[in-house]
């Protein structure tokens, strides 16, 4: 979020204070209907978008523009469980159980893809943006090699 030098105004939305677990989907299906001809892109751990997964559905049926969500997904709530162990304390509650995300999203009727590297996200991310609609792209933390 700090590096990140956003050139447009209104472009960037990310929340402030506490981390804001599932904002990421709904904001960007906000951001779709304030600005309906740009393409979207939401950045979303697995944990947070388990607060707000249902809300494919409501993109799926509302939006007829490019909408990706690209899903990083490590089995965990990775920056708290990280924080807990830096501070020592057992990691607890932050390994939730998840579903088949890619299963998930093609029920709500998403375009779905799981990149295996930085080529196929690339190609990827580019599909997403000329596919009208909702793309959910899925990056597994043990098949994407960063």
């Not at 105004?9 to 989907?25: A, D, Q």
């Not at 001809?37 to 997964?53: E, I, K, N, S």
């Not at 196929?120 to 597994?140: A, M, P, S, Y």
């Amino acid at each position: 979020n700090y590096a990140f030098p956003s050139n447009a105004t209104r472009s960037w939305l990310h929340p402030t204070g506490y981390g804001t677990l599932g904002y990421g989907l709904p904001a960007g299906i906000g951001a779709k209907f304030g600005a309906p001809q740009r393409p979207g892109l939401v950045l979303v751990g697995d944990g947070g978008f388990l607060y707000t997964a249902q809300e494919l559905a409501t993109a799926v049926e509302e939006l007829d523009s490019p909408l990706v969500v690209l899903l990083w997904n490590n089995d965990a709530l990775g920056q708290i469980r990280d924080d807990m162990l830096n501070l020592d304390i057992e990691p607890i509650g932050v390994l939730p159980r998840n579903p088949d995300f890619a299963a998930l999203a093609r029920a709500f009727g998403c375009t779905v893809s799981e990149p295996q590297n930085l080529d196929e996200l690339q190609t990827d991310l580019r599909n997403g943006f000329k596919c009208n609609g909702v793309t959910l792209i899925e990056l597994k933390h043990a098949c994407v090699n960063l």
